[in-house]
């Protein structure tokens, strides 16, 4: 069962990124998501796969 992923809502990793933040705000969906650090502001794309299995908790955007 595929994750439920929109634009805006905030992905929390399992493994950090370099400059130490684990969260990353969505900011395209579709085959390929766009990720964005919320500490550096680095853009990451990923295929939905790698994504979701990267993934350890997702955030909703009103949240």
Same mark, same amino acid.
């Given at each position: 069962?595929?994750?439920?992923?929109?634009?805006?809502?905030?992905? %929390?990793?399992?493994?950090?990124?370099?400059?130490? *933040?684990? %969260?990353?705000?969505?900011?395209?969906?579709?085959?390929?998501?766009?990720? +964005?650090? +919320?500490? *550096?502001?680095?853009?990451?794309?990923?295929?939905?796969?790698?994504? %979701?299995?990267?993934?350890?908790?997702?955030?909703?955007?009103?949240?």
């Amino acid at each position: 069962m595929p994750l439920n992923l929109n634009v805006g809502d905030t992905v %929390e990793l399992k493994k950090q990124h370099a400059c130490g *933040c684990k %969260e990353f705000q969505i900011i395209r969906v579709g085959m390929d998501i766009k990720i +964005k650090c +919320k500490n *550096c502001g680095r853009l990451i794309m990923l295929d939905r796969p790698t994504l %979701e299995k990267r993934t350890k908790k997702v955030i909703p955007k009103g949240e």
